[in-house]
Structures are given as C-alpha cells and as structure tokens.
C-alpha cells in the first residue's frame, strides 16, 4: 500500500490545480514513478522495489525518496532514491545498501540501513539523509590497542556525490592521544571531545543549512543528552542544545 502513498503526494502535489466556484472538477493525470516489481537502481540485477517511505519534494519538481527493494526470495537491500518530475531521466540511486560511505572512511566500511526519510531543500538541489554502516574509522586508543568507530551519520549531497555533515568520530584522537582528528565532528558548546551517540529521526534541509537532532552523553555526569545542531556550507558546525 506504500507505493499509493507515494504517487499520491508526488502527483497531488504537483497536479491539483485551484478550481473556479462552480467549475467541473478536471480529470487528474496519475502517473507512476515507482512500483512494486520496478529494478531498482544501483544494485544488483533483479532487485526489485517492494516498499517506500513517504516522499520528498521540491519546487523544482525534484523528488527523493527512501524505498526498499530484494530478489525474489533473497536478502533485503535498498537505498535512497531521486527523480526529476519534469525531466526525462528514470529514478537515479543517490545510495545504495553496500555502497562505501563517504571520508573520512580509513576502513572501507559500507552502508548497511537507511533508517529515515530523505529531505530535500525545498528551493534547491541539496539532500541530506541518515545513514547507518559498518565502522569507518580506525586509531590507536594507546598501546597496541586499535578503535574502530563511525557507524552512522548525516550525509549530503551538494553536488553529485555524498559527503559526511556529521559523524560519530568527535572523539577519535591522534597518536598522541591529545589532539582530536575531527573536531568539527564533536558535539559543540559541551566537554571538547564529546562525541553524537545517534542521529536519530530525520534531517532538514533549506537553503545552505542542514538541521538534525543529535544525542550525546554528557562527560561531566554520564547522563545523556540531547540536542538540536545545524550545518552550513561547507558544511560547519554550530548548535543549540535544548
């Protein structure tokens, strides 16, 4: 039932006109931009669209969204979707399952989950979206000792390929133990070094700004946290914790 939703918002919104008092109700033009048994994009041959998030969509007529898709009888893969309303392009993949997560990413660690709905900018061509992966870093935590970290976070794209806006790396540090690596990934306005635990729900997105809610454990009592941060291009951090 899934996909009546989507072609409903995409279509209903772009379709439905303003009718005079009094005038005859016009014929609306349904037409379908995704269906269940649809090959979906990016994957492997013979995955097949089976299920969806609602859409996104812009003034430009851009539309993104979030859908599930396997083989007959095999695993679950997916991702994160886009289509020009008034261009002749089919649906392009922007992610997909499996696909390697943007830098930082010392590891080759892949995407596993797309958990929420993509956003788009309403008056513009910039997306952001939740991601969840395999860890993508990995450092010394002192001694011989190795910690990986990094399984999940905001990803945009400001052009044609994904870059990471937030991260769980805010506390990976340097050899000498001291200096963070990524700073701009560490939740501001707390302890230095203090690191998101989660992104959940979904971004939004307008104009050069991305806001998400982000949670954290508080390194003065251990309790945890949440917050409201916002990225600008090129994608810098400032926040208000609530």
């Known amino acids: ?24 109700a016009l014929p609306l033009g349904w037409e379908t931009i995704a269906n269940n048994g649809d090959e979906a ?41 886009q289509l020009d309303l008034n261009g002749p392009d089919p649906i392009i993949k922007l992610l ?9 990413n010392n590891l080759a660690g892949a995407y596993n989950e797309f958990p929420s709905t993509p956003r788009i ?3 513009g061509t910039l997306v952001a979206t939740r991601g969840q992966h395999e860890p993508v870093w990995e450092y010394s935590a002192g001694g011989e000792e190795l910690t990986r970290v990094g ?20 506390a990976a540090v ?5 200096t963070l690596t ?14 998101f635990d989660q992104f959940p729900g979904a971004p939004a997105v307008d104009g050069n700004y991305i806001i998400f809610k982000g949670n954290y454990t508080d390194l003065n ?22």
């Open 174 to 178: 340097e050899p000498d133990q001291v």
């Open 221 to 242: 009592d251990g309790l945890g946290r949440t917050g409201v941060s916002g990225h600008s291009r090129p994608l810098l951090t400032d926040s208000v914790q609530i």
């Open 96 to 104: 997909f399952r499996g696909d390697e997560v943007p830098a930082p």
């Open 41 to 81: 994009p990016g994957g492997d041959v013979g995955d097949l669209f089976r299920s969806y998030n609602p859409p996104g969509l812009n003034d430009q007529g851009l539309v993104v969204f979030r859908a599930r898709a396997a083989i007959l009888g095999g695993s679950q893969a997916g991702g994160i979707y």
């Open 121 to 123: 900018d309403p008056n």
């Open 1 to 24: 039932m899934q996909i009546f939703r989507i072609i409903f918002m995409v279509i209903a919104a772009v379709a439905l006109v303003p009718l005079a008092h009094g005038a005859e």
């Open 182 to 195: 990524f700073p701009w990934y560490s939740v501001p306005a707390t302890v230095t070094g203090t690191r």
């Open 151 to 170: 399984t999940a976070g905001i990803y945009a794209f400001t052009g044609s390929s994904p870059v990471t806006g937030a991260s769980l790396l805010g």
